[in-house]
């Protein structure tokens, strides 16, 4: 059974920083493209940051370069999500997901989901 978890999500100030973590289990993890998407309240779920699964090339939403950086760690089937100069925009439910295949921002490729994990950025 594939699971997805998150975690470090909470409250911070504008301009502070968070760092979330999604472990995976119940899958080969090096042969799986990692993504983040969010959710905010009456939005569609939107891209963050992808890390693939060969190469460990990395992908970001516009308004998340120079501030996000996405990592995985292979020996412990987790990947991070560093985020920086956090603004009021990026409050959101923060999803973890992990697709077979390349590199996507597509979220419907996503096969596997995590629970998510609430930000709250205030300003």
């Known amino acids: 059974q594939v699971q997805l978890v998150e975690s470090g999500g909470g409250l911070v100030q504008a301009g502070g920083s968070l760092s979330l973590a999604c472990a995976a289990s119940?899958?080969?993890?090096?042969?799986?493209?990692i993504a983040w998407f969010r959710q905010a309240p009456g939005k569609e779920r939107e891209f963050v940051a992808a890390i693939s699964w060969i190469g460990g090339n990395t992908y970001y939403k516009d308004s998340a370069k120079g501030r996000f950086t996405i990592s995985r760690d292979n020996a412990k089937n987790t990947v991070y999500l560093q985020m920086n100069n956090l603004k009021p925009e990026d409050t959101a439910v923060y999803y973890c997901?992990?697709?077979?295949?390349?590199?996507?921002?597509?979220?419907?490729?996503?096969?596997?989901w995590g629970q998510g994990t609430q930000v709250t950025v205030s300003s």
């Open positions: 119940g899958l080969f993890f090096v042969r799986h493209t």
């Open positions: 997901a992990a697709r077979g295949g390349p590199y996507t921002d597509y979220a419907p490729r996503y096969e596997y």
